[in-house]
């Protein structure tokens, strides 16, 4: 009986242990299969953080591959740009085409002032700005002879307007394209309480027009009145090249490192970049190694005349 009873106990057992082993069995791929599944939905199994670049697609744009560049140095290489621009437009287009494009073919000089603001515009001569008057902006005219200028950094537009005078004074047809948001900076109203404001919105680029005006220069200075960074990367991607570009806008390292490389992209081989406050106050908040570190990457000589660096393409 007690024979029996084991046979009976150990049948059942080795029963037990025969349905255990397939559970097992089949349950362990399907373990691992969830949590392969899980791993790739959390991202572990997305590619490594190195210096590898990899395409891959979202399902919501199939077309577009986006290309992932992951970074693991701290040298400068890597954050090259290498996207080209487009060819060179010629320079005779560069104004009609910045109008067409940017402002719905209606220049910003039609019908100036509107009425909202005329009354609360200076008209005066007497332009407030900073170096705006030096030497180095008659003698690279003189010398580079640009039929496109790019300033970086316009304010009230005196040195915009005293660029135009000299290449009227010298004869050339030199279209000066001014980019600046026209919304200075944090706390400018402190030093410059004479501009005019509405609703919190300060009436500088109204007040940039009216002097371009009052200068008589509306054919020859066109406003861009974005951000520097969006301007320049658009100026690029639309063959809009210069033969000098002037960089004066922020004077922060960052804003000035951006400025520069984004400038000296449209850059006409031979053009010259420069710009203001190497030696100045200003200089310690960055303008300076912005303006040494780029040149130093593109192996390049950086020049000082009076208050500002320049730095010739080729
Ligand atoms: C020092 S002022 C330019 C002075 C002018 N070049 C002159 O000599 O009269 C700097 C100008 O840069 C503009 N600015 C600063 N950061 C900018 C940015 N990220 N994009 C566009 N304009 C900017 C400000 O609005 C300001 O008018």
Redesign the pocket.
Known sequence: MKTEQYLHHHHNNRRISLTKNALIKTSKPAAYFILLLLTYTIGYLSPPSSSSTTITSLPSQPQQPILRISINTTELDPFRVTTRCADPIPPEIVRRTLIDRLFNGTSPFENFPPAHAAEKLRQTKR??????NGAVFENLIRKVRPRTIV??????????IHMAELTRRIGLNTQIIC???????AGFIDRFNNIPMVNGDVL?FYQFLQNVVTFNQSESVLPVP????S?LILLCEWGVFADLV?I????DFL?AWS?INRGYRILRPGGVIFG?DYFTAADNKGVRRAVDLFARIHNLKVRVDGQHWVIYSS
């Open positions: 332009v407030k700005g900073w170096g705006s300033e970086v950094g316009t304010f009230l537009g005196a040195s915009a980019v600046d948001d026209f919304r200075g900076w500088l974005f951000s520097s960074g301007t002037e004066d806008a922020g004077h804003s400025d203001h």
